[in-house]
């Protein structure tokens, strides 16, 4: 009997339908459930519980074929009646969301029709086009229909694994053997909560196979150990968001000022050890319609210096920066280091420590932050970080007040363009102008750092999470 035994941070299931990005949540769900399509790489899909889709030239109707004879864990059929009370499911206002994201989905799927044809074939009549609807719809596991009322007490999906038996130390699962892709690979997952110190000793003893989530310094022991050390650049954005709504930032000159006046590469080789890349605007390689031609703002303190005269400032200004004390568990470091950069060329930083995470991220939805906020970028879509933060007349969630006219006109146009090759243009194009704008402080994408055992076939897939 083959087994295989992950070692996370922490094990948070929960309910299958809540938004987040967490890795770690992400690759438990993976195992159990399933989306109607699958993302396998930027812009690009495969089907998975259904067959075949086709929209319209508009963006607004969504025609879905879903897969035949396929049974979830408790033996029931997965049909399009099932798919629909799913997503009537997660749209709903009371399913909540990690870290400020309730009513993520529900921005975009919220004022949808879904209307079922026969057990085969349904159709998503969408309220605004959304030409990215696969992006959302990747992100959505399907639950058996008869357990949607019992979640997250009951985990029954379709996935090539089934749950029996889990809590926040340990999730045990076995291999669902009806699955349609066949008999999965190894008979059991069973997935271990551990705290840093022991993940690299349990791989070397035996007792793990593959450990998520590695710091640095744990990778070098795993090296010294002989273990095998994965290391990705993930789609994850380390940066800051600028107060565009009122203060200094509503002037692009300061925006682009405070990009400009910090030293990035020192900022990635004290603060990650190297282990980031420099971030070019608001997505990453892994994003669809990432531009390679944007670059990196470079270390110039004196145009920093130029563009504070030009906007006025010629003896410096003040700012308050809010930084969380964890997620990114970096943030209280990185920002004392780019106090004192900004110190050379006269600006001067009130850091306020926010100690409750998840208070913070509410702070920073209900956008009441000083002139500029430490966060994360984590969506593997691009239409989600454009919807959920750029775009001025949606007022996403992260929005910080950002307004410029040319790119909410291209993020709508690209909303309703069907056309693939075109779309990923007008992305491109976006990102070109966002990172010349500067509403974020653009500083890095981190390294995910995976171990294991030399035996162990297992390894992340494109975008950094596990796949079975």
């Known amino acids: 009997m083959s087994r295989l035994v992950i070692s996370q941070s922490g094990l948070p299931l929960g309910d299958p339908h809540i938004c987040s990005d967490s890795k770690n949540r992400l690759n438990i769900i993976s195992a159990v459930y399933e989306p109607l399509i699958s993302r396998i790489g930027p812009g690009e899909y ?5 067959v075949a889709w086709h929209v319209d030239p508009n963006a607004l ?18 049909t399009a009646y099932a798919v629909a009370a799913n997503l009537e499911r997660i749209r709903d206002p009371k399913i909540g969301g990690a870290f400020g994201t309730q009513g993520v989905y529900a921005s975009y799927i919220g004022g949808a029709k879904f209307h079922v044809l026969n057990k085969g074939r349904m159709r998503i009549f969408l309220r605004e086009p959304i030409a990215d609807l696969l992006d959302i719809l990747a992100e959505m596991p399907i ?13 029954i999906g379709s996935g090539p694994y089934q749950i029996k038996d889990f809590d926040d130390e340990e999730i045990k699962m076995t291999a669902y053997e009806k699955h349609w892709k066949g008999k999965p690979k190894y008979q059991e997952l069973y997935w271990k909560k551990q705290p840093e110190e022991e993940k690299i000793n349990s791989i070397f003893k035996g007792e793990v196979d593959l450990a998520t989530g590695i710091t640095y310094e744990y990778a070098k022991i795993a090296e010294s150990k002989n273990l095998d050390v994965i290391k990705k650049h993930g789609s994850l954005c380390i940066i800051f968001m600028l107060n565009c709504l009122q203060g200094v930032c509503k002037d692009k000159r300061i925006r682009q000022s405070l990009n400009y006046a910090l030293d990035k590469k020192e900022i990635i080789e004290k603060v990650t050890n190297n282990t980031a890349n420099l971030l070019a605007g608001t997505i990453t390689p892994l994003h669809f319609g990432f531009n390679k031609e944007v670059k990196s703002y470079p270390y110039n303190p004196d145009k920093a210096k130029q563009l504070l005269i030009d906007a006025g400032y010629p003896d410096g200004l003040r700012l308050v920066m809010d930084i969380p004390s964890q997620m990114p568990d970096e943030a209280v470091v990185l920002s004392k280091l780019m106090a004192e950069q900004y110190e050379k060329v006269g600006i001067k930083l009130e850091i306020k420590i926010h100690r409750d995470r998840v208070a913070y991220s509410e702070t920073v939805k209900a956008k009441k932050i ?4 430490c966060f994360d970028s984590s969506p593997v879509s691009t239409f989600r970080v454009l919807r959920e933060k750029i775009h001025s007349p949606s007022r996403g969630p992260w929005w910080q007040g950002y307004s410029n006219v040319e790119t909410d006109q291209l993020i709508e146009r690209a909303q309703r363009t069907t056309d693939t090759k075109t779309r990923k243009n007008l992305y491109e194009q976006l990102h070109q102008i966002i990172n010349e704008d500067a509403p974020w402080i653009y500083l890095y994408r981190p390294m995910s750092i995976w171990a294991k055992r030399p035996q162990s076939e297992i390894t992340p897939s494109w975008d950094g999470t596990l796949k079975f």
């Not at 495969?46 to 259904?50: A, G, K």
């Not at 639950?143 to 985990?155: I, Y």
């Open 46 to 50: 495969q089907p998975n519980l259904c």
């Open 61 to 78: 109707l969504w025609d879905i074929r879903i897969r035949r004879n396929i049974l979830f864990h408790d033996k029931s059929d997965v």
């Open 143 to 155: 639950v058996s229909g008869n357990s949607l009322d019992e979640l997250p007490d009951e985990q």
């Open 370 to 373: 000083g002139d500029l906020c």
